[in-house]
């Protein structure tokens, strides 16, 4: 079991540097690949994202959209809860993070997701996230092993 931030989830469906390393990690991997359930909305935003400055067409976008929709009927997503404990653990965790640490709301939902579920790993293609993880006791990749 595995879980991987909306960064990392991502380059199954958008083609990016690394995409082609992350789609034979995802697609080849044979236990529970998990996200949280905030991915859903961030992996639509991405595409949308990429529609909205004229990276991608319509049917681009609305292939990309199809896929993930197919992909998370066919149950290759195993969804992780985004819930009041996930939410209100994250606004504590502002509390008591180093200074020197950059975390964003969205990044620190996914790790303390992760952290929750009882995974030491994250993986993630987000610079900030990976620097940040480590103060969460968890430990950042952005290639498998």
Request: with cysteine; charged share 20%; hydrophobic share 40%.
């Amino acid at each position: 079991m595995i879980f991987c931030d909306t960064s990392y989830a991502a380059k199954l469906y958008v083609p990016e540097a690394d995409s082609a390393v992350v789609r034979e990690h995802l697609e080849g991997y044979t236990g529970e690949v998990c996200l949280s359930e905030l991915a859903r909305a961030e992996l639509l935003a991405v595409f949308h994202r990429r529609l909205r400055e004229g990276r991608w067409s319509l049917a681009e976008f609305s292939a990309a959209a199809r896929q993930f929709q197919q992909d998370d009927l066919s149950g290759f997503w195993t969804w992780l809860p985004l819930d009041s404990v996930i939410t209100q653990a994250t606004a504590q965790l502002y509390l008591t993070l180093p200074p020197g640490v950059f975390l964003r709301t969205g990044d620190g939902l996914h790790l303390v997701t992760a952290r929750h579920h009882g995974f030491t790993e994250i993986y993630t293609c987000d610079r900030h996230q990976t620097l940040a993880a480590p103060a969460l006791g968890l430990r950042a990749r952005n290639q498998p092993v």
